[in-house]
């Protein structure tokens, strides 16, 4: 099958139910994306599959065939950092950091879909990344602040 | 006192060494007492030397001898160095310590002895034995108890002004100017002519030169990055996916393996690998301790093979079912089982023989670790030695396990520690590490990645003990006069030394942590502990002991209050024995604006505890909607002395707030036919971004020494919002989790 990751196209042979999250860190070596749960209960395999974020161990391999695949090693675009990325930073948002590729590929998603996400809508579409360490005050911060970033341009 | 005798008390030397390329300051560790071992000639074994700073021509690396968690040690540590050596972030890399007792955790030491000291009612001889098992378990490099920061905040300030000095020196002895007028900047010695020697050009002479040990470390006036907001140096790494964590790691030939062990922690009665053998990727399907492996070409490869091995498990040795373990505890109140009685003020039983103006029953409930990275180890057996990369906080007791099942000698296991994806205690233990080692026996010559399924995390965490407290009161106009409490539950320290092989001496000391040493002074105060044995084995998690007994006895002080007519920050004030502890709870109130009005269905619950030497006080406030009850703000007031770094504390109070309160909501292990019911996240998912409130952060440092952070403010989450709920609602928790009586929305 044949797979774009970060924009470079991979040819592999694996079972077409195998999880795109297994395809990615065992496969190709992207270990970015972050094994927690395996069914769909904690976000820390968030991708963007064809601009979507998606939970990739739900995701078989036959189904992101041809798609194009975004991880945490990708967002932002070689050694740039994007917009929630740096909010992150400044934020200072991460503990133990297992989670937050996750969680930024997530809210990367919500403010291309909602550049000036309420708290309510962050509640809801964040409510699924689950951060252990308990950085959501920080999270929350980081997100609106992106989002002004961002409008600013 | 001379310098002999502080070498002697602490049998800990900071100095430097050669190494190829330059120099090394560290800690010699010395095996017997010496005057000066520096100066005698050690014989072979009778020292070593642990470097902290490595300062060569190609650069400078300071090492962590803690493990990261996610607390950041790497970060504060390199910082304390910095701080001395004039260092700037960017001029250096940092490495973890490898195990060598030259890391003693010396806070961990002494805190078990001061806080045994500070119990009258206990005898000497019971005090020392308790204190001697903390050290066991910590005293060698361990972190747990929120000890990196007080045992480290010193000595590695201590070897950045010894390497800064012998810098100096080494300057001098290259130029011929004095050293007493040089300064340093930057990672550079200034020379009173304004050159500049960076300390890499420096450092093949600083190994020749004497070490300058006779350092004074610089008053806070004068500190640059102690105390301020810093950018945390592993902070881009975490948003950029570059951070490597154990899971990630995988050399050349690498297999992945797969583990089922039995969830009841017996035997293995029989298995049949038959369909698995045959399924692709699958090399190999053995059997191991209490369990069947499977290696592969591939986690999910190795997982989905395991799941087809079909495994007949034999009995568990605790009871089966969840009730019993209630019974078992609610039945050990008796003289027998009583461990200790901690606190014996006035005399709590006459004051209470003509009957109790409050009597309840408390409890908590077993609870998992589950940090997001699963447990996960890779090791590779050759014939010289064994290799294993993972991230542990005992790694002293590592070596010694894994050596144990591949027969080599314990130095000869190397311990690659790794930044973790979180611990709150979990990574305190073995099995994991001794699994995949003894997986990896079984293929000498290749490394083995051993990654648990979140399932068989869950299925084998070693959880939060269980407890039950048995609380009564007095109260005589409008104030609190008698408190008697017994705390009955798994005693957690047993169970755990147990599995490292140390045997536990004396009474428990967690079972009654947070209850004995509450910061208060009624007439008659009497706390007593009772071990309930037989239970399911158990293990530390954040703030262990303190986070079943902060709850029970804030919510009979919360009780007691309201029964007295008193206000609860009011009352609290009043029978308060410790200034620091009062200084928080002050601070506390006065943010959350207490005392006000909170509106018509709202109401503001507050609890104060004290663990790990930390009071921290926090004040809640619940809304009761129509779908449930809703957490809008936390306050928190919290002293641990000198903070290191104000974000960094603040977020992790935050955190270790989210940790209680949802653990209080949502949480809990609950065992049927001798299994955990909960296997996954969805079952036991602490708290959500959309159950997160506020969290105001108030960090006070009249504390006279520095103290961790990291566990101190979960213990009074849950009864701050237990009392918040009560409230706002008339109803009163006395069991978590709260979700059991409440609906949360
Ligand atoms: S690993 Fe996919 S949601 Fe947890
Ligand atoms: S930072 Fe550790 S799980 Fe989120």
Redesign the interface.
């Given at each position: 099958m044949r797979l774009t990751v970060n924009g470079t196209e991979h040819e592999l042979d694996v079972?077409p139910d195998?999880?795109l999250?297994?395809v990615l860190?065992?496969?190709l070596?992207v270990?970015?994306?972050?094994?927690?749960?395996?069914?769909a209960?904690?976000g820390?395999c968030t991708v963007h599959l064809d601009g979507m974020a998606m939970r990739a161990c739900q995701v078989p391999a036959a189904a992101a065939e041809g798609a194009e695949v975004l991880?945490?090693?990708g967002l932002?675009g070689g050694d740039a950092?994007h917009a929630v990325?740096r909010a992150?930073?400044d934020e200072?948002?991460?503990?133990?950091?297992?989670?937050?590729?996750g969680q930024?590929l997530q809210a990367a998603w919500l403010l291309e879909t909602s550049p000036a996400p309420s708290d309510e809508e962050?509640?809801?579409v964040?409510?699924?990344?689950?951060?252990?360490?308990?950085?959501?005050?920080?999270?929350?911060a980081a997100i609106h602040a992106a989002a002004a970033a961002l409008r600013e341009g | 006192m001379t310098r002999a005798a502080t070498i002697t008390r602490r049998t800990l030397l900071i100095g430097a060494t050669a190494i190829a390329g330059g120099v090394a300051f560290g800690a010699w560790a010395v095996r017997h007492p010496h005057d000066n071992p520096l100066a005698e000639g050690l014989g072979a074994g009778e020292a070593s030397f642990n470097p902290w700073v490595k300062v060569t021509g190609a650069g400078i690396t300071l090492i962590t001898p803690h493990a990261d968690l996610g607390q950041g040690a790497v970060h504060m540590q390199a910082a304390l160095i910095a701080e001395e050596m004039d260092l700037e972030f960017g001029q250096f890399d940092t490495a973890f310590g490898p195990p060598d007792p030259a890391y003693y955790n010396r806070a961990m030491a002494a805190e078990a002895g001061a806080a045994m000291a500070a119990l009258t009612p206990i005898s000497a001889a019971m005090a020392e034995a308790v204190a001697g098992g903390a050290m066991k378990l910590f005293g060698v490099q361990g972190t747990g108890g929120s000890t990196s920061a007080p045992d480290s905040f010193d000595k590695l300030r201590e070897a950045g002004a010894v390497a800064r000095e012998t810098l100096k020196r080494a300057a001098e002895e290259l130029t011929g100017v004095s050293a007493a007028e040089m300064t340093t900047e930057a990672g550079r010695v200034i020379l009173p002519d304004g050159r500049a020697l960076p300390y890499t050009d420096l450092a093949a002479v600083a190994a020749e030169v004497a070490p300058v040990r006779d350092v004074v470390l610089r008053p806070s006036s004068e500190w640059r990055l102690i105390g301020r907001p810093m950018a945390r140096i592993d902070m881009a790494d975490k948003v950029t996916g570059r951070q490597v964590y154990g899971i990630d790691l995988a050399p050349e030939g690498m297999l992945h393996a797969a583990v089922r062990t039995s969830p009841r922690r017996g035997e293995v009665l029989s298995y049949d690998a038959s369909a698995a053998a045959g399924m692709r990727g699958v090399q190999d399907v053995i059997a191991v301790t209490g369990g069947v492996a499977v290696l592969a070409d591939n986690t999910w490869r190795a997982f989905r093979a395991l799941d087809a091995v079909e495994i007949a498990w034999g009995p568990a040795a605790y009871p089966a079912e969840q009730a019993e373990h209630w019974e078992a505890v609610g039945a050990s109140f008796t003289d027998a089982r009583m461990d200790a009685e901690w606190r014996a003020d006035g005399d709590a039983a006459a004051a209470l023989s003509a009957g109790a103006d409050v009597a309840a029953e408390y409890r908590a409930p077993y609870v998992a670790h589950q940090p997001l990275e699963p447990l996960n180890a890779v090791v590779l057996v050759t014939e010289p030695r064994v290799e294993v990369w993972t991230a542990h906080q005992l790694p002293r007791f590592l070596q010694q396990r894994v050596a144990g099942v591949t027969g080599h000698d314990a130095e000869q296991v190397v311990l690659h520690n790794q930044f973790a994806g979180g611990s709150f205690g979990h990574r305190l233990e073995f099995e994991h590490v001794t699994l995949a080692a003894e997986i990896a026996n079984a293929r000498r010559g290749t490394p083995v990645k051993l990654t648990y399924s979140r399932e068989q995390d869950f299925a084998t965490d070693f959880p939060r003990h269980i407890a039950m407290a048995r609380g009564r009161g007095a109260v005589a106009d409008g104030h609190v006069t008698a408190i008697d409490i017994d705390v009955a539950g798994a005693p957690v320290t047993a169970s755990q030394m147990g599995r490292i092989g140390l045997g536990g001496a004396g009474p428990d000391t967690q079972l009654p942590a947070g209850v004995w040493n509450a910061p208060y002074g009624p007439e008659h105060f009497r706390v007593r502990s009772y071990a309930v044995p037989g239970l399911a084995p158990v293990s530390s998690w954040r703030s262990v002991g303190a986070s079943c007994g902060g709850f029970f006895i804030e919510t009979l002080m919360d009780e007691l209050c309201h029964a007295a007519g008193a206000d609860p920050v009011e009352e609290r004030l009043r029978l308060m024995t410790d200034p620091v502890a009062r200084g928080v709870l002050e601070a506390a109130a006065e943010m959350a604006g207490w005392g006000r009005d909170p509106g018509e269905d709202r109401g503001l619950g507050v609890a104060l505890v004290e663990s790990f030497g930390v009071p921290v006080a926090e004040i809640v406030e619940v809304t009761a909607t129509e779908g449930g009850i809703r957490i809008d703000a936390v306050w928190v007031a919290s002293d641990s002395g000198t903070v290191i770094d104000p974000v960094n504390i603040e977020n992790h109070i935050q955190g270790a707030v989210v940790w209680g309160l949802g653990h209080a909501m949502n949480s809990e292990i609950t065992y049927r036919d001798g299994m955990a019911e909960q296997s996954n996240y969805h079952a036991a998912e602490g708290m959500r971004m959309h159950q997160c409130p506020r969290i105001s952060v108030r960090t006070l440092e009249a504390a006279p020494r520095i103290r961790g952070i990291g566990e101190p403010p979960v213990p009074p989450a849950a009864p701050a919002l237990g009392n918040a709920i009560f409230a706002a609602t008339g109803q009163r928790l006395r069991e978590m989790p709260f979700r059991r009586h409440v609906r949360f929305v």
């Open positions: 079972e195998m999880p999250l297994w860190r065992d496969e070596g270990t970015g994306v972050k094994y927690g749960c395996g069914i209960q904690c820390a991880t945490i090693e932002g950092l990325q992150w930073i200072q948002v991460a503990q133990c950091g297992y989670c937050q590729a930024i962050i509640d809801r964040m409510s699924g990344n689950l951060c252990r360490c308990g950085t959501y005050p920080r999270i929350r | -």
